[in-house]
């Protein structure tokens, strides 16, 4: 009798462990599921005449109030706008680090050089070892998709004849026979890039091929694998003409395309949309932020 009762206050005991564990099982699942999150990370272009915090993750004054909606946790990922590529991507991959890694995910939006920042990232660490925030590491980042605004990652005419006349290191990274062959363009570890491309012009735009949005020619703003005169449907004299037709960019002719990954998302037919924010999401990125805002969730 006395060993029945030993055999089941054993069971008993044991039954009593395997449920505990299984709640703390459960908790720790319910905890880590909980403390998953997504982001989008706005990285921004050259910006020496406006001074942001940098590492101030909310500190949004190159592109405008705060407190417009601009995607699901939305954080402003602030360097010094004016270095080399190289010498201040760090600051990129620290924050990739820390909001696109274990649990988290991320949608990444930029403007103007900010596309070369996230491009150089991805095509020579985004295979790379990264720190997960807490503990652990990972291969790569946890990004689902990046939107790009007068993306100056293909270069700007204006910087290969001194137009900008500046000494700052960035615009010499900017020449179109320099950052092109920085690094592999299509290489985005398989993240879809998609294209803002506006078509304002100005005075000067002789100086840009094809259309352009006062700084940025669509050859560069779209993602074309070479350079040369890109133009709306209804312009002449031009290397290839493009349009949004059922979603998808056009082209009149072949012998022109995109980088591997890259989408045209957005030509300017009317050619109302410069290359600046204005401190007020203003520019090509007043087209990206709304499509940031339905999608980046």
């Known amino acids: 009798m006395a060993l029945t009762l030993r055999c089941h206050n054993v069971m008993k005991r044991t039954a009593l462990v395997v449920a505990a564990a299984a709640a703390l099982v459960?908790?720790?699942?319910?905890?880590?599921?909980?403390?998953?999150?997504?982001?989008?990370?706005?990285?921004?272009?050259?910006?020496?005449?406006?001074?942001?915090?940098?590492?101030?993750?909310?500190d949004f004054s190159y592109w405008g109030p705060a407190s417009t909606a601009a995607g699901v946790n939305k954080q402003a990922v602030n360097w010094n706008g004016t270095g080399r590529i190289a010498d201040t991507n760090g600051v990129i991959r620290?924050?990739?680090?820390?909001?696109?890694?274990?649990?988290n995910w991320c949608y990444i939006a930029d403007h103007s050089a900010g596309a070369a920042q996230i491009g150089y990232a991805?095509?020579?660490?985004?295979?790379s070892t990264r720190s997960i925030p807490g503990g652990g590491t990972q291969v790569g980042w946890n990004i689902k998709w990046i939107g790009e605004a007068a993306a100056a990652s293909g270069g700007s005419e204006l910087a290969d004849m001194g137009y900008w006349a500046v000494s700052d290191y960035l615009t010499t990274d900017l020449r179109t026979g320099t950052i092109r062959p920085m690094y592999n363009h299509g290489t985005t570890t398989g993240k879809y890039v998609y294209h803002f491309a506006g078509a304002s012009g100005t005075l000067y735009s002789g100086t840009l091929p094809g259309q352009d949005d006062e700084a940025i020619a669509y050859h560069s703003a779209l993602g074309v694998s070479t350079t040369g005169s890109?133009?709306?449907?209804s312009d002449w004299f031009c290397d290839n003409y493009v349009q949004i037709s059922n979603g998808s960019l056009q082209w009149y002719s072949s012998g022109k395309s995109l980088y591997a990954n890259h989408v045209g998302a957005f030509v300017d037919q009317s050619e109302s949309y410069n290359h600046y924010t204005n401190g007020n999401w203003q520019g090509s990125v007043s087209v990206l932020r709304p499509w940031i805002v339905s999608y980046a969730l």
């Open 230 to 233: 890109i133009c709306n449907w």
């Open 26 to 58: 459960s908790t720790l699942a319910i905890s880590s599921e909980a403390s998953a999150a997504n982001y989008t990370l706005w990285i921004h272009g050259r910006n020496s005449g406006t001074a942001t915090q940098q590492g101030n993750y909310q």
């Open 94 to 103: 620290t924050a990739l680090d820390q909001f696109c890694t274990g649990q």
């Open 122 to 127: 991805l095509a020579l660490y985004g295979t």
